[in-house]
């Protein structure tokens, strides 16, 4: 099934049949179709994923049960696989709808499940005891028996002997508990200190979740994409849109809302941000299809990304973030939008 193509790889693959591609055509950096049967391999880990995985951060929060269901939805309805939560999403809401929802359509089986812990107020970090408390109750509000890739949360824990933490690690996943194992939240020097404790038979971090996007390429771009690299580690980028400034949405500051996320949109209102939408607008035209498609064909097009995390509001802009999996953009085209975020 494929249900998009488009861009710059359409049009080369086109002129490839008709026996008359030039030399100077676009070369595709990303441009499968989307549907059930487009798949990455999401590093070592075994799983297959659909190069987006659909966060769940707005559930229980800003999004409400229906919305939420109708969401996941549209996004398994154009192939999509994989599910991304925390625990600390909305006071862990967010793991009961999409518990829920796979009870209701029965997809457990058909889904890649993660899930973030460390940062919910009752079990926060990453000490041995709030580690098994908080994969216990993750699982129990999602209503499964095992997280098919369980993300570290560093934000609030950055010190807790890392020894300790795997060791925890490794009995839930002799216990079936945990598939495959990722961080958010680790410096470069922490993980390099995880895998020398892989090598001492730990379980090995595979998976990393860090916030990265056009506009936002720092830290990821220095030691952490160097180290993510080195150890082969698949990259799940979270905050994909920039709070939705990359969707091209916002690109007035006195239309943003109040609070938090309108003064994050406004923040990126200035001299940079507005060259970056300017960018983003002429490679949307080219191709024909929306900006939030061509922010996510960039993040994809960059080394050592297998899949970004996108949050979204409604089933709409579902369907423009899904076909960021289906643009192909030519190296010019991911050229320009680089320089433009520089």
């Not at 969401?71 to 625990?87: P, Q, W």
């Not at 923040?267 to 024909?288: C, F, S, T, W």
Request: charged residues 20%.
């Amino acid at each position: 099934m494929r249900l998009f193509s488009v861009g710059a790889g359409a049009s080369a693959e086109r002129a490839q049949h008709e026996g008359a591609e030039h030399p100077s055509a676009p070369i595709p950096i990303v441009g499968p179709g989307i549907g059930e049967t487009i798949r990455v391999s999401l590093g070592e880990t075994g799983f297959e994923t659909f190069p987006l995985m659909l966060g769940a951060a707005e559930f229980g929060w800003n999004v409400d049960l229906e919305t939420s269901h109708g969401i996941l939805d549209r996004y398994v309805e154009f192939g999509g696989n994989a599910i991304h939560t925390a625990d600390g999403f909305s006071g862990g809401r967010s793991e009961h709808i999409i518990g829920q929802w796979l009870r209701s359509r029965g997809r457990r089986d058909r889904a890649l499940l993660s899930v973030r812990i460390g940062a919910h107020a009752d079990n926060p970090g990453l000490g041995s005891v709030n580690l098994v408390r908080a994969v216990e109750g993750s699982l129990t509000r999602l209503g499964v028996d095992r997280i098919d890739v369980l993300y570290l949360d560093a934000t609030l824990d950055a010190t807790t002997n890392l020894e300790d933490t795997l060791a925890t690690v490794e009995w839930l996943t002799d216990a079936g508990k945990i598939g495959a194992l990722g961080a958010f939240g680790f410096a470069p020097e922490r993980l390099v200190e995880a895998r020398i404790l892989a090598a001492a038979g730990y379980p090995r971090i595979q998976v990393i979740d860090a916030p990265y996007n056009l506009i936002r390429r720092q830290p990821f771009e220095g030691d952490l994409r160097l180290v993510a690299g080195a150890q082969h580690l698949a990259v799940t980028p979270s905050h994909a849109l920039e709070h939705g400034f990359l969707s091209g949405r916002h690109r007035n500051k006195a239309l943003t809302s109040r609070g938090v996320r309108g003064e994050q949109l406004r923040g990126h209102l200035n001299r940079r941000g507005i060259k970056i939408l300017r960018a983003l607008d002429q490679v949307a035209e080219e191709l024909a299809v929306p900006v939030a498609a061509v922010s996510v064909a960039w993040l994809l097009a960059q080394r050592t990304v297998a899949a970004p995390i996108v949050n979204t509001f409604a089933t709409d802009h579902v369907d423009e973030l899904m076909q960021g999996a289906g643009v192909s953009l030519s190296r010019s085209q991911v050229a320009e939008l680089t320089r433009a975020g520089n």
